[in-house]
T-cell receptor, first 116, second 112 residues
Framework: GNSVTQMEGPVTLSEEAFLTINCTYT??????LFWYVQYPGEGLQLLLK?????DKGSNKGFEATYRKETTSFHLEKGSVQVSDSAVYFC???????????????FGKGTKLSVKP | SAVISQKPSRDICQRGTSLTIQCQVD?????MFWYRQQPGQSLTLIAT?????????ESGFVIDKFPISRPNLTFSTLTVSNMSPEDSSIYLC?????????FGQGTRLTVV
């Protein structure tokens, strides 16, 4: 079945450092891929998404490219800030509802802490 | 966008009791989803609730343990029945609106 494998944390970086959080997936068909973020004390929020191969999702300086050949969707940011400290989840759309976003398969989450 | 209010935000319950979690959405939605996040684990879909029909449960989850109500297009409840310490988790409600999923803040349940 479909699954997501995400780099385990926690990850601790200094401000302005480069961030990569690895995510690989196993899926039949052509799922959509997502990164969600959960800031302390808040609910999950969509950070970015890509719906087909070679698409690049981007938001708030974060980027991720849908690589079908490597079944990956790694999250990157060139210069992290303290305010980026959060838990990041990689996810793919489930197959049951034709890729409905509501039926998502999540990775375990990666906690990022950025120090000043 | 959608704003989801989930109650309670946390609770500590005795084993053998039941807890009902409420999820209120500020928009009418067809499908609502309930997830569980066990400590150190990823989010796992429990069931999908459509208004006017019985919920559809994922493998490993059954209606007797997690009964769900969906009385209208903006509200749903999930009950965790006959709780044991293994049910200690965060439970999240989610909806899809405009091709995007939105989540409540979750209910942190501790069973003692």
């Amino acid at each position: 079945g479909n699954s997501v494998t995400q780099m385990e944390g926690p990850v601790t970086l200094s401000e302005e450092a480069f961030l990569t959080i690895n995510c690989t997936y196993t899926a039949t068909g052509y799922p959509s891929l997502f990164w969600y973020v959960q800031y302390p004390g808040e609910g999950l929020q969509l950070l970015l998404k890509a719906t087909k191969a070679d698409d690049k999702g981007s938001n708030k300086g974060f980027e991720a490219t849908y690589r079908k050949e490597t079944t990956s969707f790694h999250l990157e940011k060139g210069s992290v800030q303290v305010s980026d400290s959060a838990v990041y989840f990689c996810a793919l759309s489930g197959a049951r509802y034709g890729g409905s976003q509501g039926n998502l398969i999540f990775g375990k989450g990666t906690k990022l802490s950025v120090k000043p | 966008s959608a704003v989801i209010s989930q109650k309670p935000s946390r609770d500590i319950c005795q084993r053998g009791t039941s807890l009902t979690i409420q999820c209120q959405v500020d928009s009418q939605v067809t499908m609502m989803f309930w997830y569980r996040q066990q400590p150190g684990q990823s989010l796992t879909l429990i069931a999908t609730a459509n208004q006017g029909s019985e919920a559809t449960y994922e493998s490993g989850f059954v209606i007797d343990k997690f009964p769900i109500s969906r009385p209208n297009l903006t509200f749903s409840t999930l009950t965790v029945s006959n709780m044991s310490p293994e049910d200690s988790s965060i439970y999240l409600c989610s909806v899809e609106l405009g091709a995007e999923a939105f989540f409540g803040q979750g209910t942190r349940l501790t069973v003692v």
